[in-house]
């Protein structure tokens, strides 16, 4: 019986082979990775001035994960592993989409890890869906991929995103937050600060908000031990992943509301008084 080569092994060797094309077209170096997991290939920007010029080559490596379709609608699928692939990634990477029109015609476009994908992907994981699609109406053309390495090949860019992005995967949970890397020759982490500290913590239940209540406001010592044993919020931390640990939190806490019943003759009147500490750290 012999060999036989199907549709999607047909599209994939030609989709990347327009993707390789595409980036020489555009001074790219597309360095095709022998053992894919992941990453298709590693691409180097070409500096030189001009197509006959000699010139240096960067020495930052961004990671591809080329994706091919023959659809109409030029959709392609992500898994779960795909993308968690492409968000753990400790250098700059992006995401290429090639539509091929038969054999010999393609359109080749690509995106690259920016906060906003940061953030789309970490949605798609924290959602029970097992797939996520895209089209080339969400992606960029292959024209401005020279540009676009560039801009994420300087120093600190994806620091600078995950932290712009966790800040934005928190906020509509926690309120405004600001986050901040801290390293020195011997240490890192990553400084969060809230308005709201409780908002980071579990508090489905009464009896989690008792405990975090507790937590907060007991004996002074040995308080860090106790907020470390509370639950944090899978939601609010799920964009913290990839950044530097450990996490130090910080922000303003309040004690359950206690109600002051103030009484003369012939009125009467009630308050509800809270206790507020303002700026407790807590190390995670």
């Given at each position: 019986?012999?060999?036989?080569?199907?549709?999607?092994q047909?599209i994939?060797?030609?989709?990347?082979?327009?993707?390789?094309?595409?980036?020489?077209?555009n001074?790219i170096?597309?360095?095709?990775?022998e053992?894919?997991?992941?990453?298709?290939?590693?691409c180097?920007?070409?500096?030189?001035?001009?197509?006959?010029r000699?010139g240096p080559?960067?020495?930052v490596?961004?990671g591809?994960?080329v994706?091919a379709?023959?659809?109409?609608?030029?959709?392609?699928?992500?898994?779960?592993?795909?993308a968690?692939?492409?968000?753990?990634?400790?250098?700059?990477?992006?995401?290429a989409?090639?539509?091929?029109?038969?054999?010999?015609?393609a359109?080749v476009?690509?995106?690259?890890?920016?906060?906003?994908?940061?953030v789309?992907?970490?949605?798609f994981?924290?959602?029970?869906?097992?797939?996520?699609?895209?089209?080339?109406?969400e992606?960029?053309?292959?024209?401005e991929?020279?540009?676009?390495?560039?801009?994420?090949?300087?120093?600190?860019?994806?620091?600078?995103?995950r932290a712009?992005?966790?800040?934005?995967?928190?906020?509509?949970i926690?309120g405004p937050v600001?986050i901040?890397?801290?390293r020195d020759?011997?240490s890192q982490?990553?400084?969060?600060?809230?308005?709201d500290l409780?908002?980071?913590?579990?508090?489905?239940?009464?009896?989690?908000?008792?405990?975090?209540?507790l937590?907060?406001?007991?004996?002074?010592?040995?308080?860090?031990q106790?907020?470390?044993?509370?639950?944090?919020?899978?939601?609010?931390m799920?964009?913290?992943?990839?950044?530097?640990?450990?996490?130090?939190l910080?922000?303003?806490?309040?004690?359950?509301?206690?109600?002051?019943?103030?009484?003369t003759?012939?009125?009467?009147?009630?308050l509800p008084?809270?206790?507020?500490s303002?700026?407790?750290p807590?190390?995670?």
């Open positions: 019986m012999p060999k036989k080569r199907n549709a999607a047909r994939g060797a030609i989709g990347e082979d327009r993707f390789r094309l595409s980036c020489q077209e001074f170096i597309p360095n095709k990775v053992h894919d997991f992941g990453f298709d290939f590693l180097q920007p070409d500096l030189a001035a001009g197509f006959g000699t080559v960067s020495g490596f961004v591809f994960s994706r379709t023959d659809r109409d609608d030029g959709r392609i699928r992500l898994n779960r592993a795909d968690e692939c492409l968000l753990a990634a400790q250098f700059p990477t992006g995401l989409l090639v539509k091929l029109n038969g054999p010999k015609s359109a476009y690509f995106r690259m890890m920016d906060s906003a994908f940061i789309e992907l970490s949605h994981l924290a959602s029970a869906k097992k797939s996520k699609h895209f089209t080339p109406k992606m960029r053309p292959v024209a991929i020279r540009d676009a390495i560039g801009e994420v090949s300087t120093p600190g860019y994806l620091e600078q995103v712009d992005a966790a800040r934005k995967i928190a906020e509509p926690t600001q901040q890397i801290h020759a011997d982490a990553t400084l969060i600060t809230s308005l409780y908002a980071w913590f579990e508090q489905g239940t009464p009896a989690e908000q008792e405990s975090l209540y937590a907060t406001f007991g004996e002074p010592v040995r308080r860090d106790r907020m470390r044993e509370l639950a944090l919020s899978g939601k609010a799920g964009g913290l992943a990839h950044l530097p640990q450990p996490y130090v910080a922000g303003f806490v309040m004690d359950h509301p206690t109600k002051v019943c103030v009484q003759t012939p009125v009467s009147a009630e008084v809270c206790q507020r303002r700026n407790v807590v190390g995670v």
